[in-house]
């Protein structure tokens, strides 16, 4: 299983770029590398995905690069409603070995 | 998008009852639905996989007897929490994949709060 490794946690103020790098230096050639975003009392929400190189959506961005064996996600001015906790998972929902959530990252945007 | 809804979003009950907690898929069928235990401050605990008409598949160390898994249509699976105690307090949420492609990314519930007096 790839597991990963994330920065506990970070702070930033509103309206920067935050950028939140994962390693994963076990990952294999199957495996996707998706983030979830989680609120305090609710359940994890789905950010981005990608494999390898850059994805962009309308909330986010995901660079890969070539080794894959990191990640990072960025999020363009971040807002005091960014404060999340952000979670990397690699792997795949069907795998012999189930995706596992890591200890996942706490941002705190300072206003 | 696709959702999972999950239901109760917060229960109480007293040492030694059971807790039914539901999680349905409301636009989309899963023939597959993950189930976690989320304490403070901590990550997400996968506690088992529900597979739609056949047994679920536990985690080491999650007892199986305890909690019940029942995955009876392509849209509803229930987590029963028996003979609840104190340390079964928890945050339990369920995710499921809207299909069959093993990047399919993961919805969850909005979870549910178990507070056992």
């Known amino acids: 299983l790839a597991k990963t490794t994330q920065p506990i946690s970070m702070d930033s103020y509103e309206g920067q770029e935050v950028n939140i790098t994962c390693s994963h230096n076990n990952i294999a050639t199957n495996d996707y590398i998706t983030w979830y975003q989680q609120f305090p009392s609710q359940g994890p929400r789905f950010i981005i995905q990608g494999y390898k190189t850059k994805v962009t959506n309308e909330v986010a961005s995901l660079f890969i690069p070539a080794d894959r064996k990191s990640s990072t996600l960025s999020l363009p001015r971040v807002s005091l409603s960014d404060t999340a906790v952000y979670y990397c998972?690699?792997?795949?929902?069907?795998?012999?070995?189930?995706?596992?959530f890591g200890t996942g990252t706490r941002l705190t945007i300072i206003p | 998008g696709a959702v999972v809804s999950q239901h109760p979003s917060w229960v109480i009950c007293k040492s030694g009852t059971s807790v039914k907690i539901e999680c349905r898929s409301l636009?989309?069928?899963?023939?597959?639905m993950f189930w976690y235990r989320q304490f403070p401050k901590q990550s997400l605990m996968l506690m088992a996989t529900s597979n739609e008409g056949s047994k679920a598949t536990y985690e080491q160390g999650v007892e199986k007897d305890k909690f019940l898994i029942n995955h009876a249509s392509l849209t509803l699976s229930t987590l029963t929490v028996t003979s609840a105690h104190p340390e079964d307090s928890s945050f339990y949420i369920c995710s499921a994949p809207d299909s069959g492609a093993v990047n399919s990314p993961l919805h969850f519930g909005n979870g549910t709060r178990l507070t056992v007096t």
């Open positions: 636009d989309f069928q899963a023939t597959t």
């Open positions: 998972l690699v792997g795949d929902n069907f795998g012999n070995e189930k995706l596992t």
